[in-house]
């Protein structure tokens, strides 16, 4: 426990499909002044891990546990359609009740509990932020929309998306709203979700005051469609004009001067459907690409603004510095358009944007523009690692992580290399709060425990690591990707075309790219990973996927 009289408060901010070195404490040329600012005051993290996609990810947050036990073994865009996943525990398609919620167990425990962003865990009023224990929310429920709350396709019945067909896209509290009456013209996605976690801390009642406050700030960006004001993009105008192969090597060598990754380290091919190499580009291929480039490092750089106000509010109160703020992404960076796939309900995406949108150069990034940057630029921003979103290989789940909290994070400035998870976030949270879990019973109903553990001892060097190698294993499964890591091995099964149909081992200190495949060389240690795997099936509660993996990561 800190050595402060209050309780900590809790801001945990969450990027949508952003990039391990998309910000400036990882070397990014985006500016990020407030990530800078806290990552010189905190901790920055190199060994972060996340599941492969979003909504899992999440799960894990506020489960504290395996997303194929917390309800979200895979992504309910993906399930709807798919008889074979109907009536498996833990493939519910929303935070499930299995779980004691983090925001669920705060407010039992006095915590004022906010949700500003991004849900993605349900979109029913029983399983909205209001039901699973935030006092105060404004959300967008489901996994990606318009930043400008520009959504012509939901008016055109034929080409409705089928994840969309719920009571509204939105809600604050327990009530839905109309998108288009109760959301304003102006709307922009950073900056309204920014805005709006403001305004809950301003307004808190004088009992609110009172209490300390657990705050959850989800923003979409910089996920597809990648958008922002025109004044945000023409600032990155004719930056990326060299392409994403030339824009990889300069952030590895960032990443090796700031000591976050090894000076020798060997980075992974890029790998996956890469399309069009940019040299056999033509010109107007290549300034078309570099503008969705530019229109994603716009996106990455309102963040950083928006989130400003947001630190500035809780110094203004002097509450930042009980405020334990921890920063992350929820995976690697985006190089397929992935929940669009199932969530066009069928229809050829490329017909849905003909008919709505435009995408010439010009308008590119504006609220009528629907575009994603492809698998070259998030190779860019995954390097060294192999792979990006939907895999696991290190490129889709090693993500950047930043803590700051004075009372833990005395050696302000610092990097860890220590092997973190997503699952860690919850026994952290009540650790800092002196809250236990409240193990298998919880508001009447039976629950599961956390896998994660408490980053409080290894942070204030009281304890070696977070996760002890030869003992501590994590898997990880979706999409029919699979793979399983203790200590510093870890075995990967990529499907067909992508992959070899066969288990990979590899050594992550020599080979953090995961290039040279040890199977071979080093059978015993594959047979001990997979032993570890099966136990990891049976306690996740996972099913075979592998007739199931989609074909077009």
Not at 50 to 78: K, V, W
Not at 317 to 333: I, P, R
Not at 335 to 343: D, F, R, T, V, Y
Not at 359 to 364: A, E, Q
Request: proline share 7%.
């Amino acid at each position: 426990m800190p050595t402060t009289e209050k309780r900590p408060n809790f801001l945990i901010v969450i990027a949508d499909d952003l990039g391990f070195s998309d910000t400036g404490p990882y070397g990014s040329e985006i500016p990020t002044p407030t990530l800078d600012r806290l990552a010189k005051d905190g901790v920055t993290m190199t060994a972060f891990h996340t599941a492969s996609a979003c909504s899992p990810t999440r799960s894990m947050l506020l489960s504290g546990t395996d997303n194929h036990i917390a309800g979200l073994g895979q992504m309910a865009e993906f399930m709807r359609t798919r008889p074979e996943y109907q009536g498996q525990p833990g493939y519910e398609g929303y935070l499930n009740f299995r779980v004691a919620a983090l925001p669920e167990i705060l407010q039992d425990n006095g915590y004022h509990t906010i949700l500003s962003g991004k849900w993605h865990l349900g979109l029913k009023k029983e399983l909205s932020p209001h039901a699973r224990g935030f006092d105060k929310s404004f959300v967008y429920l489901a996994g990606a929309g318009n930043h400008f709350n520009n959504e012509p396709q939901l008016g055109d019945h034929p080409f409705r998306p089928a994840a969309t067909c719920a009571d509204g896209l939105w809600m604050k509290n327990d009530a839905f709203l109309d998108r288009k009456k109760d959301i304003p013209m102006d709307f922009y996605s950073t900056r309204f979700f920014s805005d709006q976690m403001v305004k809950f801390l301003q307004d808190r009642t004088d009992e609110e005051k009172e209490k300390p406050f657990f705050a959850y700030l989800a923003y979409t960006a910089p996920h597809w469609p990648l958008q922002a004001p025109r004044e945000a993009i023409r600032k990155y105008f004719g930056m990326y004009d060299d392409g994403p192969e030339v824009l990889r090597v300069r952030r590895l060598e960032q990443l090796k001067a700031r000591g976050l990754i090894p000076p020798d380290v060997e980075p992974a091919p890029m790998i996956g459907q890469m399309l069009k190499e940019w040299d056999a580009m033509t010109a107007e291929e290549k300034t078309e690409s570099a503008r969705r480039m530019e229109t994603y490092a716009a996106m990455v750089d309102l963040m950083d603004v928006h989130l400003k106000k947001v630190i500035d509010q809780l110094e203004a109160t002097n509450e930042l510095d009980n405020t334990f703020v921890l920063f992350m992404s929820d995976n690697g960076a985006e190089g397929k358009l992935l929940e669009a796939l199932p969530i066009m309900a069928g229809f050829p995406l490329v017909e849905i944007i003909q008919k709505f949108y435009n995408n010439s150069l010009d308008n590119i990034g504006n609220a009528n523009s629907f575009v994603w940057y492809g698998p070259r630029w998030a190779a860019a921003a995954t390097a060294p690692s192999r792979g990006f979103k939907a895999w696991t290989t290190e490129g889709g789940i090693r993500c950047p992580c930043i803590v700051r909290y004075p009372p833990l994070t005395e050696s302000a400035g610092t990097i860890t290399h220590e092997f973190t998870t997503v699952m860690d976030i919850l026994p952290t949270v009540l650790d800092l709060a002196g809250i236990q879990h409240p193990g298998t019973r919880f508001r009447g109903r039976e629950v599961v425990t956390p896998r994660g553990k408490s980053w409080v001892p290894y942070l204030n060097k009281k304890s070696e690591s977070v996760h002890p190698e030869g003992q501590d294993v994590t898997g990880w499964e979706l999409f029919g990707q699979r793979a399983i890591r203790k200590g510093k091995w870890k075995a990967v099964f990529i499907p067909a075309p992508l992959g070899k149909e066969e288990w990979e081992l590899y050594d992550l200190d020599r080979d953090p790219g995961e290039i040279h495949d040890l199977a071979e060389k080093e059978p015993q240690v594959l047979v001990q990973l997979l032993e570890e795997w099966e136990k990891y099936y049976t306690e996740s509660g996972l099913f075979d996927p592998k007739a199931l993996a989609p074909r077009y990561f």
